[in-house]
């Protein structure tokens, strides 16, 4: 399993130093990715990579949109600006796939993550880049970046709810730079990663499972006010179970 991740978050780092890694061909497994973004065909809707078939909507509110920007050979996606206004007036914005079953790591490992670009000024009290679920409603597994600061973190929900498990970067990713962030749970451990790096861990309960009939939301929770905007873009977004 370790082996597999290691592919998936290769295929991120090389993103951000331009060197391709000797292990990527691991990733192209499908059954090892189960959805992965690369954002550069934005006619109409944008497609699962992997062949799953988690194909992304745009939902949006006030007028929010992404707009495609130049990233290495190709493109990555900018969302709204951060906006200082009342939040129910503010533009906001989310690409969405349906729930699928095959998104629900249970108590299985997961990584996921993202190349993400964030200029200090942008940050907020906290933007979502990936999530499945949602932690007060069902169970969960997430990515976001926290406070002024700019730092990601990890976030898993149990579904039972006792707690959510989070562990935050010790860095910031919000430096107007293109960054590899990545959440890796490996049995009872859940770390966050920067540029290949690891930044923090924190421990879990060995049978901690999320499941939940949630869809999967990039960019913020859905088209809703208060939907944890994300104000940066993003590119290469990608979740492996297993």
């Known amino acids: 399993m370790r082996s597999r991740w290691l592919g998936a978050f290769l295929v991120a780092v090389s ?3 331009g060197v391709a890694p000797a292990s990527a061909a691991a990733v192209d497994d499908p059954g ?15 497609l699962d990579e992997s062949g799953h078939g988690h194909t992304l909507a745009t939902v949006s509110g006030h007028g929010g949109e992404v707009r495609p920007v130049v990233h290495g050979q190709g493109a990555a996606l900018a969302f709204p600006a951060h906006c200082a206004a009342r939040a129910a007036i503010c533009p906001h914005v989310a690409l969405q796939a349906p729930s699928s079953a095959d998104l629900n790591p249970g108590t299985r490992d997961i990584a996921y993550g993202a190349d993400v ?13 990936v999530q499945k679920g949602y932690s ?5 597994w997430k990515l976001q970046i926290d406070g002024v600061a700019g730092r990601p973190s990890c976030v898993l929900v149990d579904t039972r709810k006792p707690a959510i498990r989070m ?11 293109w960054h590899a962030v990545v959440c890796r749970r490996i ?4 770390a966050v990663y920067i540029d290949g790096i690891q930044r923090g861990s924190t421990a879990l309960p060995a049978k901690l499972s999320v499941s939940n009939n949630r869809p999967l939301s ?3 929770k859905g088209a809703f006010p208060d939907n944890d905007q994300f104000n940066g873009a993003l590119d290469n977004v990608w979740v492996q179970i297993g």
């Open 15 to 17: 993103t951000v130093t």
């Open 32 to 46: 090892i990715v189960m959805a992965r973004y690369g954002f550069n065909d934005r006619a109409g809707s944008i």
């Open 117 to 129: 670009l964030l200029p200090a000024g942008q940050t907020s009290k906290g933007q979502n880049i």
């Open 136 to 140: 007060t409603t069902s169970s969960q």
């Open 167 to 177: 562990v935050t970067s010790s860095v910031t990713a919000a430096d107007g730079r």
């Open 187 to 190: 049995g009872a451990t859940l």
């Open 218 to 220: 990039i960019g913020g």
